[in-house]
T-cell receptor, first 114, second 114 residues
Framework: GQQLNQSPQSMFIQEGEDVSMNCTSSSIFNTWLWYKQDPGEGPVLLIALYKAGELTSNGRLTAQFGITRKDSFLNISASIPSDVGIYFCAGPKNYGGSQGNLIFGKGTKLSVKP | DAGVTQSPTHLIKTRGQQVTLRCSPKSGHDTVSWYQQALGQGPQFIFQYYEEEERQRGNFPDRFSGHQFPNYSSELNVNALLLGDSALYLC?????????????FGPGTRLLVL
C-alpha cells in the first residue's frame, strides 16, 4: 500500500540554523502536504504542493514536489524557537479517481539544541 | 469564525466499554474526516462523512462507526474498547469533497483505555 517515509526522525536545531527534512514513497502522489503539530494540538497545514517540480514558499518555509512524484522536501530557513514541533508530510490516497483521506508519514520531531 | 472543535478533550474508559466523540466542523464546511493518532505516529484515516453518509473508510474494524448530522457535525463511536484504542482522535473538516480541498484539523480528543 501507499506509505510515506520521513527523515530524519528527529533533529535538534539552534536558533538561526537552516533545517531540511524529506519524505519519500514507493508510490506516486498527486499532491504533497506538509503539516506541523504542536503538543496538544491538531496538525496545521503549512504548505500544499499540486504539481511535480513545484517549489512553494510560505515565509521562512520552502517545500518542493519531487519530479518523480515520489518525494518532497521541506526547508526551514533561519529557525526560531517556535519552529519546534513535529512536522508531517501527507498525501491523499486515491479512491476510484476521487482523492479523499490523507496518508501521513511518522513525522520529523524538531527540538531545540540544549 | 470558529475552527474545528472537538469534545471532550480527554476521556478515560475501561476495556469493553463504548465511547462517543464529537466534532463540529469549521464554519461553511460540509465534509468531516476522522483520524486516529497513536503516540509517536502520524494520524491514520478512519473514515470520512459527506452528505450524512460514510463515503470512504480506512482499515479499521466495524467497532468504529460514525454519523454525520444535518448541520454537518459528526460523531465517532467505538464499541468494545481495547487497550490499543488508546490514542488521540482527530477530526478534520473540509468543503466539497473532490479531494483537493484543504482539511482543517481540530485539537483532538485524547482517549485512554485502561
Amino acid at each position: 500500500g501507499q506509505q510515506l517515509n520521513q527523515s530524519p526522525q528527529s533533529m535538534f536545531i539552534q536558533e538561526g540554523e537552516d533545517v531540511s527534512m524529506n519524505c519519500t514513497s514507493s508510490s506516486i502522489f498527486n499532491t504533497w502536504l506538509w503539516y506541523k503539530q504542536d503538543p496538544g494540538e491538531g496538525p496545521v497545514l503549512l504548505i500544499a504542493l499540486y504539481k511535480a517540480g513545484e517549489l512553494t514558499s510560505n515565509g521562512r518555509l520552502t517545500a518542493q514536489f519531487g519530479i518523480t512524484r515520489k518525494d518532497s522536501f521541506l526547508n526551514i530557513s533561519a529557525s526560531i524557537p517556535s519552529d519546534v514541533g513535529i512536522y508531517f508530510c501527507a498525501g491523499p490516497k486515491n479512491y476510484g479517481g476521487s482523492q479523499g483521506n490523507l496518508i501521513f508519514g511518522k513525522g520529523t520531531k524538531l527540538s531545540v539544541k540544549p | 469564525d470558529a475552527g474545528v472543535t472537538q469534545s471532550p478533550t480527554h476521556l478515560i474508559k475501561t476495556r469493553g466499554q463504548q465511547v462517543t466523540l464529537r466534532c463540529s466542523p469549521k464554519s461553511g464546511h460540509d465534509t468531516v474526516s476522522w483520524y486516529q493518532q497513536a503516540l509517536g505516529q502520524g494520524p491514520q484515516f478512519i473514515f470520512q462523512y459527506y452528505e450524512e453518509e460514510e463515503r470512504q473508510r480506512g482499515n479499521f474494524p466495524d467497532r468504529f462507526s460514525g454519523h454525520q448530522f444535518p448541520n454537518y457535525s459528526s460523531e465517532l463511536n467505538v464499541n468494545a474498547l481495547l487497550l490499543g484504542d488508546s490514542a488521540l482522535y482527530l477530526c478534520a473538516s473540509s468543503l466539497g469533497g473532490d479531494g483537493q480541498e484543504t482539511q482543517y484539523f481540530g485539537p483532538g480528543t485524547r482517549l485512554l483505555v485502561l
